[in-house]
């Protein structure tokens, strides 16, 4: 079982996906940081200094020995409030877009570095060929 095992982990496939996965792990965390640092400072900026983390609505009661500030999304969250997050869910979306967008760019810019396959035919089974010389070989007879 261990053999078959560590022979499904070295296939290339697997070690590929491991990889991607790493490597997509960490291209989240940038475009996280690009998003929750740069971009959504510069779009609140815009849309009058806004916070879009700070954008809920409160769904349940606030628990009575809650000390903390009721504006204060992460905090409510910590305390056990039901919360609608819409604007932790438009910074979520943004995030999206970025991603898809840049891996659209990258798979673009791939696609054009490999080189285009030329149409080959698909190669003639053996019995396909043997009617197709018979088939001629008839028509041939007949002709004469």
């Known amino acids: 079982m261990f053999n078959e095992f560590k022979t499904f982990v070295m296939r290339g496939n697997v070690l590929d996906l491991a990889v991607a996965v790493i490597i997509g792990a960490a ?7 690009l998003t929750d640092d ?3 400072p510069i779009i609140g900026k815009i849309f009058g200094g806004l916070d879009f983390s700070s954008y809920f609505v409160t769904l349940g009661a606030v628990p009575a020995n809650y ?3 009721l504006s204060d999304y992460a905090a409510l969250k910590k305390a056990g ?5 819409y604007g932790e869910f438009i910074t979520q979306a943004v995030n999206f ?3 898809a967008f840049i891996i659209f760019l990258v798979v673009r810019s791939v696609n054009r570095l490999m080189p285009k396959k030329a149409d080959t035919p698909a190669a003639v089974p053996e019995d396909v060929t043997l009617l197709r010389e018979i088939r001629d070989e008839l028509r041939q007879r007949r002709s004469i």
Not at 27 to 33: A, E, H, L, N, R
């Open 81 to 85: 409030v039901p919360l609608l997050g």
């Open 97 to 99: 877009i970025i991603v």
């Open 38 to 40: 740069i971009l959504m």
């Open 67 to 69: 000390a903390g500030s």
């Open 27 to 33: 291209f989240g965390k940038i475009v996280t940081s």
